[in-house]
T-cell receptor, first 109, second 115 residues
Framework: DAKTTQPTSMDCAEGRAANLPCNHSTISGNEYVYWYRQIHSQGPQYIIHGLKNNETNEMASLIITEDRKSSTLILPHATLRDTAVYYCIVRQYGNKLVFGAGTILRVKS | EPEVTQTPSHQVTQMGQEVILRCVPISNHLYFYWYRQILGQKVEFLVSFYNNEISEKSEIFDDQFSVERPDGSNFTLKIRSTKLEDSAMYFC?????????????FGQGTRLTVV
């Protein structure tokens, strides 16, 4: 699976958009970009995934660059409950999810 | 909303004892996974399971570990003889298919403490 690079931590003001970047320069054509988050030691929570088009759901938006070498997860209006570790993962068919260290997002009031 | 459920939420066991961690995946899912997370470390893949067979396993998943789907709803992880270093959160996950665009959903985990 392609490796991803994320910042170690980020801060965001409550009510503002949180933009979490991810680099995946070695991604191959059949690999999807997934985002999960983990609050405290709870189970990882699925957020969103995409192949090449931008995606939006009730939780977030995923913007993937045209060359697919990087992506950004956008939480449009961050709340204190969005404080978590966010994982960007590149996934192939049939493959397990390989978690890195992720980005610690701290939402502050 | 369908969810993956795990029991127990916390298990304390003595070193050398056998433990069984239980999971009920989402009902129409066919692919099942176990992951673990040692305190302060990354979430690590242990094993994937499909059609009553192990599809893939990591180096962590040695002979002390086994998985089973004993009936149509449960998916279990057994550790035969626990060691102190098995203390961790264990997460079960399930997905509808092995396609790369089939998201996996995780349970809330079982905290295993080996004393």
């Amino acid at each position: 699976d392609a490796k991803t690079t994320q910042p170690t931590s980020m801060d965001c003001a409550e009510g503002r958009a949180a933009n979490l970047p991810c680099n995946h320069s070695t991604i191959s054509g059949n690999e999807y970009v997934y985002w999960y988050r983990q609050i405290h030691s709870q189970g990882p929570q699925y957020i969103i995934h995409g192949l090449k088009n931008n995606e939006t759901n009730e939780m977030a938006s995923l913007i993937i660059t045209e060359d697919r070498k990087s992506s950004t997860l956008i939480l449009p209006h961050a709340t204190l409950r969005d404080t978590a570790v966010y994982y960007c993962i590149v996934r192939q068919y049939g493959n397990k999810l390989v978690f890195g260290a992720g980005t610690i997002l701290r939402v502050k009031s | 909303e369908p969810e993956v459920t795990q029991t127990p939420s916390h298990q304390v066991t003595q070193m050398g004892q056998e433990v069984i961690l239980r999971c009920v995946p989402i009902s129409n899912h066919l692919y099942f996974y176990w992951y673990r997370q040692i305190l302060g470390q990354k979430v690590e893949f242990l094993v994937s399971f499909y059609n009553n067979e192990i599809s893939e396993k990591s180096e962590i998943f040695d002979d002390q570990f086994s998985v089973e789907r004993p009936d149509g709803s449960n998916f279990t992880l057994k550790i035969r003889s626990t060691k102190l270093e098995d203390s961790a959160m264990y997460f079960c996950a399930s997905s509808g298919s092995a396609l790369a665009n089939s998201e996996a959903f995780f349970g809330q985990g079982t905290r295993l403490t080996v004393v």
